[in-house]
């Protein structure tokens, strides 16, 4: 690989060397998973709020998020300059690309779910397996633009073609002091990031004050969110997650035991993490490529539920395609795996609950994204002797 890979060895059991786990390494939520149950011991609803408006934008560089607005939108970032940011992370879908299994460079057949970028700033973790810290997001960027299955581009390419572009060398000059860089076009389409917010979410508005954001049915569901159905143990905080790692049993998704070509890149990935005994797994593992510690097999981030109406199918893999579908996932008490979280109990919801509890997770949801793709800046000549 040409870029670094952020791997943690950590000591743990090692891999069970089988052609397969005995049972299905099910996975944590993703762009939209909710609801761990707790126990019924600890069903209060007397306990603190676990909920916070969200937070106040960071502060951001103008001249770097005009760049990096254009860069988002721009092929020339990827290999071939066919794929970029926005080809996986569309805003007319959530941010995401609205498939169950994302494709990857070139026709690539991913073996996770594009998750959305709404509110990315601030986030511990930005990959559902846990790797990448959320304070630095010019490595997510360097990430995203380098690794061969999204977007596959050498940086000394890059820069070599944006510094062909007058109008780039321009907002590059204004934003950094400098012709276009590497290092610099990471941080661009960072800064960039952190204006995809969540916008005039009713749920946002009550936080702030406004008592009449929410309608009856809503208001049902966020008392069951915090009490009965036990959401808030794992969505709670300002960004509606614990920013933490569960394995909730959730199903493989059968496209990639159905297709060599999902299977060869999630290997690949196995292959670059380090990750133990590699060529024998055929599901997705989660956080033990990370950490080679077994009992994080299975285990994925908590997503944010902000924007959660326009992010489906949910979880790490889409295997579950609406909000109805989750609701029945986590009420059934979650699926099968040796590591799963113990708070995962049957919730015994009627029809109405369940109803209004959905009422509830589609007020989490803001205005729909207004962004349309920039004009793209031209090639053009450079004086001789300023290449």
């Known amino acids: 690989m040409r870029h670094f890979r952020h791997v943690r060895h950590a000591a743990g059991d090692p891999m069970p060397k089988t052609s ?7 996975t944590a939520a ?7 149950a707790l126990s019924p011991a600890a069903r209060s609803e007397d306990k603190a709020d676990p909920f916070a408006p969200l937070p106040e934008a960071p502060k951001i560089n103008e001249a770097r998020a005009k760049l990096g607005e254009k860069l988002f939108f ?9 794929h970029s940011c926005s080809s996986c992370h569309d805003p007319a879908k959530g941010w995401g690309d609205g498939q169950a299994l994302s494709m990857g460079y070139t026709g690539v057949e991913y073996f996770r779910n594009a998750p959305p970028l709404f509110n990315v700033a601030g986030r511990k973790y930005l990959m559902w397996d846990g790797r990448l810290d959320g304070a630095d997001l010019g490595t997510l960027v360097r990430d995203m633009l380098t690794e061969a299955h999204t977007m596959n581009a050498d940086t000394r390419m890059v820069q070599e073609r944006l510094k062909q572009v007058p109008e780039y060398v321009e907002l590059f000059d204004k934003g ?6 590497g290092g610099k076009i990471y941080g661009a389409v960072a800064e960039y990031l952190k204006t995809i917010r969540t ?7 009550h936080l702030k004050g406004d008592k009449k954001a ?9 008392k069951l969110f915090a009490g009965k159905a036990g959401c808030a143990s794992c969505h709670n905080g300002p960004l509606l997650t614990d920013q933490s790692l569960h394995a909730l049993g959730v199903a493989e998704n059968p496209m990639i035991d159905a297709d060599a070509a999902r299977q060869t890149t999630m290997l690949r990935h196995f292959a670059t993490m380090g990750t133990p005994n590699y060529m024998n797994l055929r599901d997705d593992v989660g956080n033990y490529v990370v950490s080679k510690d077994s009992k994080d097999l299975g285990k994925f981030i908590t997503p944010s539920l902000w924007d959660i109406g326009q992010t489906a199918p949910y979880m790490h893999n889409g295997t579950l395609p609406n909000l109805e579908a989750v609701i029945n996932f986590y009420n059934q008490g979650g699926g099968t795996h040796p590591n799963k979280d113990e708070r995962l109990k049957p919730l015994n919801l009627s029809k109405k609950e369940k109803a209004d509890l959905a009422a509830f997770l589609k007020s989490l949801t803001g205005d729909k994204p207004t962004v349309a793709k920039p004009a793209l800046p031209e090639y053009g000549l450079r004086t001789v002797g300023k290449n």
């Open 20 to 26: 397969r786990l005995p049972l299905k390494v099910g």
């Open 30 to 36: 993703l762009a939209a998973a909710l609801l761990l």
């Open 74 to 82: 721009d092929p020339r970032l990827s290999g071939d300059t066919q």
């Open 176 to 181: 950094f002091g400098g012709d276009p860089y």
């Open 199 to 205: 916008t005039n979410a009713p749920f946002d508005r």
């Open 214 to 222: 929410l309608n009856e049915a809503q208001a049902r569901g966020m």
